[in-house]
Every structure is written in structure tokens, then in C-alpha cells.
T-cell receptor
Framework: SAVISQKPSRDICQRGTSLTIQCQVD?????MFWYRQQPGQSLTLIAT?????????ESGFVIDKFPISRPNLTFSTLTVSNMSPEDSSIYLC????????????FGSGTRLTVV | GNSVTQMEGPVTLSEEAFLTINCTYT??????LFWYVQYPGEGLQLLLK?????DKGSNKGFEATYRKETTSFHLEKGSVQVSDSAVYFC???????????FGEGTQLTVNP
């Protein structure tokens, strides 16, 4: 299965600042997904990122708040902009990994606290 | 649209008890179904999956069978251990598109 390295694993940030989260995959993948998991909640899809095109955002999420880059087939970043305490969540990236029949692989997550 | 409904938690069991976590879904056609586990402080790990009706996924003593007639994918384990304490998520991938739809998650606590 694909292996994802996600950084940082956790951070405490001041409100009004921005944080960029990185995901590096050890193989080329077409689609990468970014999720938010608010405390005690399930996962909510933020956006889907294809290489070479604009990310597709889900309802309730906008590019100005969560800009995404996807410069190649193994890397993506998600930026959480102008943060407020309501942005405190776990952010996870994920890739489809059907080559080995595996399904989906997730990064270990970024635990963000905004103070 | 697609949706996944899990039994409400939290679930607390004693070690060696039998576990069932119910999961039902709404989707058109034949989605692929997954169970993911999230241990404290960690990301999601695939526990098992099934891609067609009547398939049984199994891993680490956990099992789930894809029941098209009841649109269900219930997770079972015959004898739970303290180390199984985690949050369990049922999820589906629809027949159109690649996104996963998750259930609400079920917190399982196993006491010695």
C-alpha cells in the first residue's frame, strides 16, 4: 500500500495566522483528498486535489480559507488561512490506493489547536 | 446522495466480550464498503473492506459481510481485547466518483 508522510503532526497557532500542512506520498497517485475531523466528530471532506488542476471544494469550504496546491503526483499542501479557534481540528490527507486493491490510505493527521 | 449510519456510541465492553457495531448505508448500485479504525492520537487505518455483495472482509479477528439485501456492513469480533479500544468508522465509496462517505464513528472502550 501507499505510504503517506504528513507534516506537521501537531501545532498550536495564534488566531489570525496561517498554517500549511504537507503530504508526501511514496508513489504517484492521481487524486488526493483533504479531510477535517473536528473534536469528537467524523471526517468531513474539504476538497479533492488532482495534479495540474484546481482543487474541487465541498460545500461549506472555500479556496480563500483552505488553499490547496498539487504540484506533482506525489505531493500536496493544504493551508488553513486566517485561523480562528473554530479551526481547531485534525486535518488528514488521503489517497486512493487501488493498485494493490487496498482502497484508501490516510496520513497520520495534523492536530491543530488555535489559541 | 450517499450516506452511512452507524450505531450510536460509546460502546463499553469487558475483555473477551462479543462485539457488534452496526452500519447501514444508502447508495445507488454497488458501493465499496470499508471499516477504518482510529487509535487514540493516531490517523485512520484500514481495518477491512468488501467490494461486492456477499463479500466478507476480515482482519485481526474482525469481520464484516456486505449485505446488499439489508444494505448493511456490520462489524463483529468474537472476543475483544483492551488493545481494540479505538474509534471505528464505517465508510463507503460510491459507484460514481472517488470520494469516501463516513459514518459518525463509534467509540469502543474495552475494560480488563
Amino acid at each position: 500500500s501507499a505510504v503517506i508522510s504528513q507534516k506537521p503532526s501537531r501545532d498550536i497557532c495564534q488566531r489570525g495566522t496561517s498554517l500549511t500542512i504537507q503530504c508526501q506520498v511514496d508513489s504517484q497517485v492521481t487524486m488526493m483528498f483533504w479531510y477535517r475531523q473536528q473534536p469528537g466528530q467524523s471526517l468531513t471532506l474539504i476538497a479533492t486535489a488532482n495534479q495540474g488542476s484546481e482543487a474541487t471544494y465541498e460545500s461549506g469550504f472555500v479556496i480563500d480559507k483552505f488553499p490547496i496546491s498539487r504540484p506533482n503526483l506525489t505531493f500536496s499542501t493544504l493551508t488553513v488561512s486566517n485561523m480562528s479557534p473554530e479551526d481547531s481540528s485534525i486535518y488528514l490527507c488521503s489517497v486512493e490506493d487501488w493498485a494493490g486493491g487496498y482502497g484508501y490510505t490516510f496520513g497520520s493527521g495534523t492536530r491543530l489547536t488555535v489559541v | 446522495g450517499n450516506s452511512v449510519t452507524q450505531m450510536e456510541g460509546p460502546v463499553t465492553l469487558s475483555e473477551e466480550a462479543f462485539l457488534t457495531i452496526n452500519c447501514t448505508y444508502t447508495a445507488t448500485g454497488y458501493p465499496s464498503l470499508f471499516w477504518y479504525v482510529q487509535y487514540p492520537g493516531e490517523g485512520l487505518q484500514l481495518l477491512l473492506k468488501a467490494t461486492k455483495a456477499d463479500d466478507k472482509g476480515s482482519n485481526k479477528g474482525f469481520e464484516a459481510t456486505y449485505r446488499k439485501e439489508t444494505t448493511s456492513f456490520h462489524l463483529e469480533k468474537g472476543s475483544v481485547q483492551v488493545s481494540d479500544s479505538a474509534v471505528y468508522f464505517c465508510a463507503l465509496r460510491g459507484t460514481s466518483g472517488s470520494r469516501l462517505t463516513f459514518g459518525e464513528g463509534t467509540q469502543l472502550t474495552v475494560n480488563p
